[in-house]
């Protein structure tokens, strides 16, 4: 078997509340992710999974424990070492809006990390991501704010493309759609993974979709993973009570099943 892409050992986070009190959000966490695989990070708000994706992405500093990319070691990678892992190691954040410069045209968008990092085919890398987004090569010329919240998704996974990273991490991607936006993002999540065979860490509180677009899910809960897994069984038929809560907690559209759904959960609670 080849070794992981990505690779989290032992890892610890603590932020610093004050002068002499910190609030550890990741007690000893490790997980792998592989070549062309996309591997669900699921939690509550506060779970720590967040900061799991910070800390791969350098935004936030490691306490102990180890990340290795591609078998190098990049837990304390910084300047010019972690400039360098821009071209591997990309992030889609939950709300697409927030991440793209409101006073810059599309275009200028997608090709301003190619410029930054002296492409000199800007040009036709930004019109084939727009193509691989599934958005008219038009696009290039209008501003965000003249997009959907979809399209503008849309715009923001195409810039973490341009650069044929390898791994993106994916905060919330789909969180902020609504549920036929959030299925076609999906689609096409699953349909660039096919196609470049990129690898995602996709961190998500919701069950349903990581059992659509992940291979291996992890549950974190108060800064631990209790479950890992089979994407299907975590998400499905799922060891651990916490899981099971949060399987129980997503609503059905049929009333009695929601109400017995309802019940369960309610009994986990109280357990």
């Known amino acids: 078997m080849t070794a992981p892409l990505l690779t989290v050992e032992d890892l610890v986070v603590d932020y ?18 592989g070549a062309g695989e996309c591997v669900g990070l699921v939690g509550e708000s506060g779970s720590g999974k967040s900061t799991l ?12 424990g180890r990340i290795t990319f591609a078998g190098e070691d990049i837990t304390h990678a910084r300047g010019a070492a972690r400039r360098r892992l821009a071209s591997d190691i990309q992030v889609v954040f939950q709300d697409p809006y927030g991440s793209l410069d ?13 410029v930054a990092a002296g492409s000199r085919q800007a040009r036709a890398v930004v019109a084939e991501m727009l193509d691989h987004v599934r958005l008219p090569a ?6 965000p704010s003249e997009f959907s919240g979809g399209q503008r998704q849309r715009i923001a996974i195409a810039r973490a ?9 994916c905060d919330e991607p789909v969180s902020a759609l609504d549920l036929t936006t959030q299925a076609t993002v999906l689609d096409l999540f699953l349909d660039l993974q096919r ?8 961190v998500s509180h919701d069950l349903g979709v990581v059992r659509r677009l992940c291979h291996r899910v992890s549950v974190m809960y108060q800064g ?29 559209a049929d009333p009695t099943r929601q ?13």
């Open 195 to 202: 196609e470049t065979g990129v690898s995602y860490l996709f």
């Open 102 to 114: 409101p006073t810059m045209t599309v275009g200028e968008v997608l090709a301003e990390p190619l």
């Open 224 to 252: 631990e993973i209790v479950e890992s897994g089979d994407a299907r069984t975590v998400t499905s038929d799922p060891d651990h009570p916490y899981t099971r809560r949060l399987l129980l907690a997503a609503p059905v």
């Open 138 to 143: 038009d696009s290039v010329h209008r501003y």
């Open 53 to 64: 994706g910070k800390a791969v992405l350098g935004l936030a500093a490691v306490t102990s």
């Open 259 to 271: 109400a017995e759904r309802r019940a369960a959960w309610l009994t986990l609670r109280e357990a």
């Open 161 to 169: 493309l341009v650069r044929r990273p390898r791994l993106i991490v």
């Open 16 to 33: 610093r509340l004050h002068r002499k009190l910190n609030l550890r959000a990741l007690k000893g966490v490790s997980l792998s992710v």
